[in-house]
Protein backbone atom coordinates (compact mmCIF):
# COMPACT_ATOMS: atom_id res chain seq x y z
CA UNK A 1 0.00 0.00 0.00
CA UNK A 2 2.68 2.38 0.74
CA UNK A 3 4.56 1.96 -3.06
CA UNK A 4 1.20 2.57 -4.44
CA UNK A 5 0.66 5.79 -2.22
CA UNK A 6 3.98 6.91 -3.42
CA UNK A 7 2.33 6.59 -7.00
CA UNK A 8 0.11 9.25 -6.65
CA UNK A 9 1.24 12.38 -8.36
CA UNK A 10 2.64 15.72 -6.50
CA UNK A 11 -0.25 18.27 -6.69
CA UNK A 12 1.77 20.60 -9.38
CA UNK A 13 2.82 17.54 -11.61
CA UNK A 14 -0.98 16.76 -12.02
CA UNK A 15 -2.19 20.03 -12.39
CA UNK A 16 0.35 20.61 -15.14
CA UNK A 17 -1.03 17.65 -17.03
CA UNK A 18 -5.06 19.17 -16.82
CA UNK A 19 -3.64 22.48 -17.92
CA UNK A 20 -2.20 20.52 -20.90
CA UNK A 21 -5.15 18.51 -21.14
CA UNK A 22 -7.46 21.80 -21.58
CA UNK A 23 -5.56 24.24 -23.22
CA UNK A 24 -8.68 26.26 -24.23
CA UNK A 25 -10.08 25.74 -20.59
CA UNK A 26 -10.98 29.12 -18.76
CA UNK A 27 -9.77 28.39 -15.13
CA UNK A 28 -7.55 29.94 -13.44
CA UNK A 29 -4.38 28.37 -11.86
CA UNK A 30 -5.53 28.67 -8.28
CA UNK A 31 -8.93 26.34 -9.76
CA UNK A 32 -6.67 23.52 -11.52
CA UNK A 33 -4.07 23.73 -8.43
CA UNK A 34 -7.24 22.92 -6.02
CA UNK A 35 -8.78 20.81 -8.57
CA UNK A 36 -6.06 18.44 -8.50
CA UNK A 37 -5.54 18.85 -4.16
CA UNK A 38 -8.97 17.36 -4.11
CA UNK A 39 -8.29 14.53 -6.64
CA UNK A 40 -5.67 12.95 -5.13
CA UNK A 41 -6.97 13.10 -1.95
CA UNK A 42 -9.98 11.43 -3.19
CA UNK A 43 -7.91 8.37 -4.51
CA UNK A 44 -5.67 8.49 -1.37
CA UNK A 45 -8.53 8.01 0.59
CA UNK A 46 -9.99 5.28 -2.00
CA UNK A 47 -6.88 3.17 -2.36
CA UNK A 48 -6.81 3.20 1.67
CA UNK A 49 -10.47 2.36 1.42
CA UNK A 50 -9.71 -0.34 -1.01
CA UNK A 51 -12.52 0.73 -3.10
CA UNK A 52 -9.91 1.65 -6.36
CA UNK A 53 -5.96 0.23 -7.02
CA UNK A 54 -5.30 2.50 -9.65
CA UNK A 55 -3.20 5.67 -7.99
CA UNK A 56 -3.45 7.14 -12.09
CA UNK A 57 -5.71 10.29 -12.05
CA UNK A 58 -7.72 11.54 -15.41
CA UNK A 59 -6.18 14.59 -16.06
CA UNK A 60 -8.88 15.77 -18.55
CA UNK A 61 -11.47 15.29 -15.55
CA UNK A 62 -9.30 17.53 -12.97
CA UNK A 63 -9.38 20.29 -15.60
CA UNK A 64 -13.26 20.01 -15.83
CA UNK A 65 -13.72 19.96 -12.03
CA UNK A 66 -11.08 23.39 -12.24
CA UNK A 67 -14.14 24.71 -14.55
CA UNK A 68 -16.77 23.74 -12.18
CA UNK A 69 -14.61 25.32 -9.28
CA UNK A 70 -14.18 28.37 -11.66
CA UNK A 71 -17.76 28.85 -12.15
CA UNK A 72 -19.93 31.33 -10.22
CA UNK A 73 -22.53 29.85 -7.96
CA UNK A 74 -25.07 32.22 -8.82
CA UNK A 75 -25.42 31.53 -12.71
CA UNK A 76 -28.49 32.04 -15.81
CA UNK A 77 -30.38 29.13 -16.71
CA UNK A 78 -32.51 28.10 -19.42
CA UNK A 79 -35.83 27.21 -17.65
CA UNK A 80 -37.54 24.12 -19.70
CA UNK A 81 -39.92 23.24 -16.93
CA UNK A 82 -42.75 24.72 -17.84
CA UNK A 83 -43.45 26.75 -14.45
CA UNK A 84 -43.39 30.60 -16.24
CA UNK A 85 -42.73 32.06 -12.25
CA UNK A 86 -40.33 29.49 -10.74
CA UNK A 87 -39.43 30.42 -7.39
CA UNK A 88 -36.27 27.83 -7.31
CA UNK A 89 -35.14 29.25 -10.62
CA UNK A 90 -35.43 32.96 -9.58
CA UNK A 91 -39.35 33.76 -10.24
CA UNK A 92 -39.45 36.78 -13.13
CA UNK A 93 -37.41 37.04 -15.82
CA UNK A 94 -36.39 40.44 -16.74
CA UNK A 95 -38.16 42.58 -19.37
CA UNK A 96 -35.23 44.30 -21.88
CA UNK A 97 -35.84 47.36 -20.33
CA UNK A 98 -35.61 46.39 -17.14
CA UNK A 99 -32.34 45.31 -17.62
CA UNK A 100 -31.26 47.90 -19.71
CA UNK A 101 -32.31 50.50 -16.53
CA UNK A 102 -30.59 48.14 -13.86
CA UNK A 103 -27.74 48.18 -16.28
CA UNK A 104 -27.69 51.77 -16.30
CA UNK A 105 -27.41 52.88 -13.27
CA UNK A 106 -25.50 49.48 -11.80
CA UNK A 107 -22.58 51.03 -14.06
CA UNK A 108 -22.19 54.23 -11.88
CA UNK A 109 -23.89 56.45 -9.35
CA UNK A 110 -27.03 57.45 -9.59
CA UNK A 111 -29.52 59.55 -7.74
CA UNK A 112 -30.72 57.21 -5.41
CA UNK A 113 -31.10 59.95 -2.58
CA UNK A 114 -30.14 63.08 -4.27
CA UNK A 115 -32.88 65.36 -5.62
CA UNK A 116 -31.60 66.65 -8.46
CA UNK A 117 -33.99 70.05 -8.89
CA UNK A 118 -33.29 70.88 -5.06
CA UNK A 119 -29.20 70.18 -5.27
CA UNK A 120 -29.43 67.99 -2.11
CA UNK A 121 -30.35 65.14 -0.41
CA UNK A 122 -33.82 63.05 -1.40
CA UNK A 123 -35.39 60.34 -0.71
CA UNK A 124 -35.23 56.44 -2.31
CA UNK A 125 -39.06 56.52 -1.50
CA UNK A 126 -39.67 59.19 -4.05
CA UNK A 127 -38.73 57.49 -7.22
CA UNK A 128 -41.69 55.17 -7.76
CA UNK A 129 -44.71 57.07 -5.74
CA UNK A 130 -46.08 58.78 -8.55
CA UNK A 131 -45.94 56.24 -10.97
CA UNK A 132 -47.50 53.27 -8.29
CA UNK A 133 -49.94 55.54 -7.27
CA UNK A 134 -51.05 56.63 -10.57
CA UNK A 135 -50.78 52.81 -11.73
CA UNK A 136 -53.04 51.37 -9.02
CA UNK A 137 -55.28 54.46 -8.29
CA UNK A 138 -53.83 54.71 -4.71
CA UNK A 139 -52.71 57.67 -2.80
CA UNK A 140 -49.35 56.93 -1.55
CA UNK A 141 -46.52 54.22 -2.42
CA UNK A 142 -43.35 52.83 -1.21
CA UNK A 143 -40.84 49.73 -1.76
CA UNK A 144 -39.43 47.09 0.30
CA UNK A 145 -37.39 44.25 -0.47
CA UNK A 146 -40.37 41.38 -0.75
CA UNK A 147 -43.71 40.81 -0.02
CA UNK A 148 -43.07 39.05 3.64
CA UNK A 149 -41.23 42.78 4.38
CA UNK A 150 -44.21 44.47 3.24
CA UNK A 151 -46.68 42.35 5.48
CA UNK A 152 -44.02 42.65 8.69
CA UNK A 153 -43.58 46.36 8.00
CA UNK A 154 -47.31 47.18 8.10
CA UNK A 155 -48.51 45.12 10.86
CA UNK A 156 -45.28 46.74 13.26
CA UNK A 157 -46.59 49.69 12.31
CA UNK A 158 -49.96 49.65 12.68
CA UNK A 159 -50.86 46.66 15.03
CA UNK A 160 -47.40 45.88 16.97
CA UNK A 161 -49.08 45.02 20.79
CA UNK A 162 -52.67 44.80 19.82
CA UNK A 163 -54.87 42.60 18.12
CA UNK A 164 -55.40 41.74 14.14
CA UNK A 165 -58.45 39.81 12.90
CA UNK A 166 -57.76 37.57 10.72
CA UNK A 167 -60.40 34.36 8.62
CA UNK A 168 -59.13 30.80 9.66
CA UNK A 169 -59.41 30.25 5.95
CA UNK A 170 -57.17 33.13 4.90
CA UNK A 171 -53.99 31.95 7.83
CA UNK A 172 -51.93 30.72 4.68
CA UNK A 173 -48.44 29.51 4.49
CA UNK A 174 -45.92 30.63 1.73
CA UNK A 175 -42.66 29.36 0.67
CA UNK A 176 -39.69 28.16 3.44
CA UNK A 177 -42.67 27.28 5.83
CA UNK A 178 -43.42 31.02 6.29
CA UNK A 179 -47.00 31.37 7.66
CA UNK A 180 -49.06 34.62 8.73
CA UNK A 181 -49.37 33.44 12.63
CA UNK A 182 -45.67 33.60 12.93
CA UNK A 183 -45.19 37.16 11.05
CA UNK A 184 -47.95 38.28 13.42
CA UNK A 185 -45.92 36.97 16.40
CA UNK A 186 -43.02 38.07 14.70
CA UNK A 187 -44.61 42.20 14.45
CA UNK A 188 -45.63 41.89 18.03
CA UNK A 189 -49.66 41.57 17.22
CA UNK A 190 -52.11 39.15 18.65
CA UNK A 191 -53.31 36.80 16.15
CA UNK A 192 -57.27 36.62 16.75
CA UNK A 193 -59.24 34.01 14.70
CA UNK A 194 -62.23 34.11 13.38
CA UNK A 195 -64.41 31.79 11.02
CA UNK A 196 -64.13 28.40 9.80
CA UNK A 197 -61.41 27.05 7.14
CA UNK A 198 -64.19 27.29 4.36
CA UNK A 199 -66.86 30.00 5.80
CA UNK A 200 -65.88 33.23 7.66
CA UNK A 201 -68.23 36.34 7.47
CA UNK A 202 -68.48 39.70 8.31
CA UNK A 203 -70.47 39.19 11.15
CA UNK A 204 -67.29 37.03 12.58
CA UNK A 205 -65.38 39.46 12.28
CA UNK A 206 -67.36 41.84 13.73
CA UNK A 207 -68.24 40.10 16.73
CA UNK A 208 -64.57 39.44 17.26
CA UNK A 209 -63.88 43.31 17.29
CA UNK A 210 -62.99 44.67 21.08
CA UNK A 211 -60.80 47.37 22.71
CA UNK A 212 -57.78 45.65 21.59
CA UNK A 213 -58.33 45.18 17.81
CA UNK A 214 -55.91 47.40 15.54
CA UNK A 215 -56.12 45.71 12.68
CA UNK A 216 -58.54 44.12 9.98
CA UNK A 217 -55.77 41.97 8.04
CA UNK A 218 -57.53 39.78 5.03
CA UNK A 219 -55.02 37.74 3.10
CA UNK A 220 -55.28 36.69 -0.63
CA UNK A 221 -54.99 32.97 -0.82
CA UNK A 222 -52.61 33.14 -3.75
CA UNK A 223 -51.03 29.90 -3.81
CA UNK A 224 -54.02 27.40 -2.90
CA UNK A 225 -57.79 27.17 -3.05
CA UNK A 226 -60.77 26.54 -1.35
CA UNK A 227 -63.83 25.03 -3.52
CA UNK A 228 -67.10 23.89 -2.81
CA UNK A 229 -69.02 24.98 0.00
CA UNK A 230 -67.59 28.18 0.38
CA UNK A 231 -67.59 31.76 1.26
CA UNK A 232 -65.74 34.81 2.35
CA UNK A 233 -66.04 38.66 3.78
CA UNK A 234 -65.22 40.92 0.57
CA UNK A 235 -62.69 43.73 0.55
CA UNK A 236 -65.67 46.22 0.58
CA UNK A 237 -67.44 45.01 3.31
CA UNK A 238 -64.46 44.43 5.96
CA UNK A 239 -63.48 48.42 4.95
CA UNK A 240 -66.86 49.39 6.15
CA UNK A 241 -66.78 47.04 9.41
CA UNK A 242 -62.81 48.65 9.94
CA UNK A 243 -64.24 51.94 9.66
CA UNK A 244 -67.27 52.08 11.78
CA UNK A 245 -64.36 51.18 14.62
CA UNK A 246 -62.07 53.52 13.33
CA UNK A 247 -59.34 50.77 12.31
CA UNK A 248 -57.46 50.55 9.10
CA UNK A 249 -58.31 47.68 7.18
CA UNK A 250 -54.98 45.81 5.05
CA UNK A 251 -55.07 43.40 2.35
CA UNK A 252 -52.13 41.25 1.33
CA UNK A 253 -52.82 40.70 -2.22
CA UNK A 254 -49.42 38.68 -2.41
CA UNK A 255 -49.09 38.18 -6.21
CA UNK A 256 -49.95 41.39 -7.33
CA UNK A 257 -52.24 40.96 -10.79
CA UNK A 258 -51.15 44.39 -12.50
CA UNK A 259 -53.60 43.48 -15.89
CA UNK A 260 -57.48 43.41 -15.59
CA UNK A 261 -60.08 40.95 -16.21
CA UNK A 262 -60.39 40.36 -19.76
CA UNK A 263 -56.57 40.68 -19.71
CA UNK A 264 -56.65 37.74 -17.50
CA UNK A 265 -59.66 35.91 -19.43
CA UNK A 266 -57.70 36.62 -22.60
CA UNK A 267 -54.92 34.73 -22.06
CA UNK A 268 -56.74 32.16 -20.84
CA UNK A 269 -55.92 32.59 -16.88
CA UNK A 270 -58.63 32.35 -13.80
CA UNK A 271 -59.63 35.88 -12.88
CA UNK A 272 -57.29 37.45 -9.97
CA UNK A 273 -58.57 40.82 -8.28
CA UNK A 274 -56.43 43.69 -9.10
CA UNK A 275 -54.23 45.87 -7.35
CA UNK A 276 -56.60 48.43 -8.50
CA UNK A 277 -59.47 46.78 -7.55
CA UNK A 278 -58.80 46.20 -3.94
CA UNK A 279 -57.54 49.98 -3.75
CA UNK A 280 -60.82 50.93 -5.08
CA UNK A 281 -62.25 49.14 -2.58
CA UNK A 282 -61.25 50.74 0.07
CA UNK A 283 -58.28 49.26 1.75
CA UNK A 284 -56.09 51.42 3.91
CA UNK A 285 -53.00 49.42 2.65
CA UNK A 286 -52.48 46.63 0.15
CA UNK A 287 -49.17 44.97 -0.18
CA UNK A 288 -48.24 42.72 -3.48
CA UNK A 289 -44.70 41.27 -4.56
CA UNK A 290 -42.78 42.41 -7.54
CA UNK A 291 -41.53 39.91 -8.75
CA UNK A 292 -44.79 37.17 -9.45
CA UNK A 293 -47.61 38.38 -11.79
CA UNK A 294 -46.46 42.10 -11.70
CA UNK A 295 -43.06 40.20 -13.50
CA UNK A 296 -40.65 42.49 -11.90
CA UNK A 297 -37.41 42.05 -9.75
CA UNK A 298 -37.93 40.95 -6.16
CA UNK A 299 -39.50 43.20 -4.29
CA UNK A 300 -42.33 44.07 -2.02
CA UNK A 301 -44.87 47.50 -3.01
CA UNK A 302 -47.14 48.83 -0.54
CA UNK A 303 -49.81 51.52 -1.60
CA UNK A 304 -52.81 52.71 0.42
CA UNK A 305 -54.13 56.10 2.14
CA UNK A 306 -51.30 58.72 2.44
CA UNK A 307 -51.37 59.26 6.18
CA UNK A 308 -51.03 54.92 6.46
CA UNK A 309 -48.20 54.54 4.57
CA UNK A 310 -46.59 57.89 6.07
CA UNK A 311 -46.74 55.70 8.96
CA UNK A 312 -44.98 53.03 7.33
CA UNK A 313 -42.16 55.11 5.93
CA UNK A 314 -41.07 56.73 8.99
CA UNK A 315 -41.29 53.02 11.09
CA UNK A 316 -37.48 52.05 12.18
CA UNK A 317 -37.97 49.01 10.12
CA UNK A 318 -38.00 50.79 7.15
CA UNK A 319 -34.47 51.26 7.11
CA UNK A 320 -33.97 47.45 7.35
CA UNK A 321 -36.55 46.23 4.66
CA UNK A 322 -35.52 49.43 2.26
CA UNK A 323 -34.99 48.93 -1.57
CA UNK A 324 -31.67 48.96 -3.10
CA UNK A 325 -30.94 51.57 -6.48
CA UNK A 326 -30.65 47.87 -8.67
CA UNK A 327 -34.41 46.96 -7.07
CA UNK A 328 -35.73 50.20 -7.73
CA UNK A 329 -34.31 50.92 -11.72
CA UNK A 330 -35.83 47.48 -12.53
CA UNK A 331 -39.04 48.63 -11.00
CA UNK A 332 -39.83 51.35 -12.44
CA UNK A 333 -38.75 50.27 -15.93
CA UNK A 334 -41.30 46.95 -15.32
CA UNK A 335 -44.02 49.37 -14.08
CA UNK A 336 -43.38 52.02 -17.35
CA UNK A 337 -44.13 49.21 -19.62
CA UNK A 338 -47.73 48.95 -17.76
CA UNK A 339 -47.86 52.76 -17.89
CA UNK A 340 -47.42 52.46 -22.01
CA UNK A 341 -50.00 49.98 -22.44
CA UNK A 342 -47.04 47.41 -23.06
CA UNK A 343 -47.36 44.54 -20.60
CA UNK A 344 -47.00 42.13 -23.31
CA UNK A 345 -43.38 42.76 -22.83
CA UNK A 346 -43.23 41.62 -19.25
CA UNK A 347 -41.50 38.26 -20.58
CA UNK A 348 -43.36 35.73 -17.74
CA UNK A 349 -46.77 37.83 -19.01
CA UNK A 350 -45.72 36.97 -22.80
CA UNK A 351 -45.15 33.07 -21.61
CA UNK A 352 -48.36 33.32 -20.23
CA UNK A 353 -49.99 34.76 -23.33
CA UNK A 354 -48.20 33.23 -26.08
CA UNK A 355 -50.27 31.08 -28.31
CA UNK A 356 -50.36 27.29 -28.47
CA UNK A 357 -49.57 27.20 -32.15
CA UNK A 358 -46.71 29.62 -32.02
CA UNK A 359 -45.40 26.87 -28.59
CA UNK A 360 -45.94 24.04 -31.24
CA UNK A 361 -43.84 25.61 -33.66
CA UNK A 362 -41.21 26.41 -30.86
CA UNK A 363 -40.90 22.73 -30.74
CA UNK A 364 -41.26 21.59 -33.49
CA UNK A 365 -38.15 24.32 -34.05
CA UNK A 366 -36.31 22.98 -31.44
CA UNK A 367 -36.30 19.24 -32.66
CA UNK A 368 -35.48 20.33 -35.98
CA UNK A 369 -32.29 22.58 -34.78
CA UNK A 370 -31.23 19.32 -33.11
CA UNK A 371 -31.23 17.26 -36.34
CA UNK A 372 -30.62 13.75 -36.55
CA UNK A 373 -27.34 13.17 -33.91
CA UNK A 374 -26.32 10.67 -32.08
CA UNK A 375 -28.53 8.51 -29.58
CA UNK A 376 -30.80 10.54 -28.43
CA UNK A 377 -34.45 10.59 -30.18
CA UNK A 378 -36.70 13.27 -29.68
CA UNK A 379 -40.66 13.91 -29.86
CA UNK A 380 -42.87 17.03 -29.78
CA UNK A 381 -45.49 16.17 -26.83
CA UNK A 382 -48.97 17.78 -25.63
CA UNK A 383 -47.47 18.67 -21.66
CA UNK A 384 -49.53 20.92 -19.53
CA UNK A 385 -47.78 24.59 -17.91
CA UNK A 386 -48.46 26.66 -15.26
CA UNK A 387 -47.98 30.11 -13.48
CA UNK A 388 -46.25 29.19 -10.29
CA UNK A 389 -44.69 31.28 -8.25
CA UNK A 390 -47.62 31.05 -5.65
CA UNK A 391 -49.87 32.80 -7.98
CA UNK A 392 -53.05 31.40 -9.87
CA UNK A 393 -52.81 27.96 -8.03
CA UNK A 394 -55.43 26.61 -10.25
CA UNK A 395 -54.22 27.69 -13.59
CA UNK A 396 -53.04 25.62 -16.58
CA UNK A 397 -52.21 25.87 -19.52
CA UNK A 398 -51.94 23.68 -22.58
CA UNK A 399 -48.67 23.85 -23.41
CA UNK A 400 -45.99 21.65 -25.75
CA UNK A 401 -42.46 20.11 -25.29
CA UNK A 402 -40.03 17.72 -26.14
CA UNK A 403 -39.62 14.33 -24.95
CA UNK A 404 -36.03 13.10 -24.81
CA UNK A 405 -34.96 9.57 -25.18
CA UNK A 406 -31.87 7.68 -24.83
CA UNK A 407 -30.89 4.96 -27.42
CA UNK A 408 -27.77 3.88 -25.47
CA UNK A 409 -29.71 3.01 -22.39
CA UNK A 410 -29.40 6.21 -20.19
CA UNK A 411 -32.27 6.67 -18.56
CA UNK A 412 -34.64 10.16 -17.61
CA UNK A 413 -32.37 10.49 -14.13
CA UNK A 414 -29.20 10.17 -16.12
CA UNK A 415 -30.13 12.44 -19.54
CA UNK A 416 -31.91 15.67 -16.58
CA UNK A 417 -28.17 15.34 -14.40
CA UNK A 418 -26.01 16.01 -17.57
CA UNK A 419 -28.20 18.86 -18.88
CA UNK A 420 -28.16 20.18 -15.68
CA UNK A 421 -24.23 20.01 -15.76
CA UNK A 422 -23.79 21.86 -19.03
CA UNK A 423 -22.25 25.48 -19.60
CA UNK A 424 -25.38 26.77 -19.36
CA UNK A 425 -27.77 24.45 -17.36
CA UNK A 426 -31.02 23.30 -19.15
CA UNK A 427 -33.39 22.31 -16.18
CA UNK A 428 -36.36 20.18 -17.14
CA UNK A 429 -39.12 17.71 -15.63
CA UNK A 430 -39.47 13.85 -15.69
CA UNK A 431 -42.82 12.65 -16.11
CA UNK A 432 -44.16 9.31 -16.72
CA UNK A 433 -40.76 8.24 -17.55
CA UNK A 434 -39.31 10.60 -19.58
CA UNK A 435 -37.46 14.06 -19.50
CA UNK A 436 -39.29 16.64 -21.13
CA UNK A 437 -38.35 20.09 -22.01
CA UNK A 438 -41.64 22.49 -21.90
CA UNK A 439 -41.01 25.04 -24.49
CA UNK A 440 -43.46 27.76 -23.66
CA UNK A 441 -40.45 28.86 -20.89
CA UNK A 442 -37.89 28.26 -23.21
CA UNK A 443 -37.26 31.98 -25.09
CA UNK A 444 -37.00 31.84 -28.88
CA UNK A 445 -33.01 33.30 -28.49
CA UNK A 446 -32.26 30.30 -26.36
CA UNK A 447 -33.47 27.42 -28.54
CA UNK A 448 -30.39 27.24 -30.22
CA UNK A 449 -28.49 26.77 -26.37
CA UNK A 450 -30.97 23.85 -26.00
CA UNK A 451 -30.32 21.86 -28.77
CA UNK A 452 -26.23 22.35 -28.53
CA UNK A 453 -27.32 21.30 -24.95
CA UNK A 454 -28.95 18.05 -26.59
CA UNK A 455 -26.46 17.49 -28.98
CA UNK A 456 -23.78 17.81 -26.09
CA UNK A 457 -25.61 14.80 -24.70
Not at 4 to 18: E, G
Not at 57 to 79: G, K, P, Q
Request: proline share 4%.
Amino acid sequence: MTETLRRLPAVHVLADAAAAAAPTSRAPRWAVVEAARRAIDARRAALLAGTAADPAIDAAEVAAAAERLADRSLRRVINATGVVLHTNLGRAPLAPAAIDALVDVARGYSNLEYDLAAGGRGSRHDHLHALIAELTGAEAAIVVNNNAAATVLALSALATGREVIVSRGELIEIGGSFRIPDILALSGCTLVEVGTTNKTRVADYERALGPDSALVLKVHRSNFAIVGFTEEADVAELVALARGRSLPAMVDLGSGAMIDAAAQRGIGLPVEPTVREVVAAGADVVCFSGDKLLGGPQAGILVGAADTIKRLRAHPLMRAVRPDKLTLAALEATLALYRDGAWRGVPALAMLDLPLDAVEARARRLVATVGDHGTISLAVVETTATVGGGAMPTAELASRGVALRSDAGRGPDALDAALRAGRVPVIGRIEDGRLILDVRTIGDDEVAEVAAAIRAL
